[in-house]
């Protein structure tokens, strides 16, 4: 049974050390020098030699510690497994701060389960089960398992109170598919004005993150991927926050909406009114 408490105890356990070990392997490889190995969807999609070598390093120990379970991870092929759970990994979230030499990155680690043990599952169909997001510049280390809670360094997190837009302050980021920026951009000039502030921060776990300690009181992004999601999602609604697409849709690639209950419908409509969620 993969959810019942004592394996959903397990999993976290298996999180938090992975996203520990990973997080010390790319902040020790920081300090030697820190290149662009290659780009990706754009020329602002970047990836370093140590996001390569962070998700080999989480493979590995994947395949050591949990061999019948399938691994979907941003920078390697899906590893299809056999026992329903899917690792999701995201080995360095925020990898432009990462070669800038900003503290805002951590490694995500997640394991969910779906309707196809298969085939790599359909996150507006699977349910997480245990989630970690290591930020290991300031030692920050988030862990969440259903129904378990969410904790930062081993203390309870609970959302904050529902508060108006316009005294919230907002967390979102942009993508690099250049395509979808100038959307972005129009979306914002229009938020702009009815907020507290608006924070990108530039990593999106440690955004859903910020919802459960309540550091931003609001975050949305369209075009999340699965590894950006995973682990920060479990970690704020285990905390009480509604993560949310729009529409009456869940979180999905093209919008995930985060916050407290009673907070997060006002942006939900406000992004629904705009169509924040096509490209048009
Ligand atoms: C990115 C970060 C960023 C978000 C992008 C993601 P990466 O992940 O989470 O904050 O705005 O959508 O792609 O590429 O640094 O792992
Ligand atoms: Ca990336
Ligand atoms: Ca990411
Ligand atoms: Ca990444």
Redesign the pocket.
Known sequence: NPDSPDQVRTLVEVAEALAREAGALIRDGRRQLVTVAATKSSDQ???TAM?LASESLLRSRLAELRPHDAILG?EEAFRPGTSGITWVV?????????LYGSSA?AVSVAAVIGPDPVAAPDPATWTALAGCVHAPEDGRTFTAGRGLGATLDGTALRVGPARPLIDSLVG?????VASRRRVQGRIVAELLPQVRDIR????????LCAIAAGTLDLYY?R???P??VAAGALVAQEAGALVTGLRGQAAQESMTVAGPPGRVEELRAFLEALDADSDG
Request: proline share 3%; aromatic share 14%.
């Open positions: 999609d970047v990836v996001d941003e995201d080995p360095i979230d925020g990898t432009v701060n990462y990155y979102t980021g942009f993508g690099y990108r921060v530039g990593c999106a776990s440690l955004d992004e075009g999340l991927q590894w950006d």
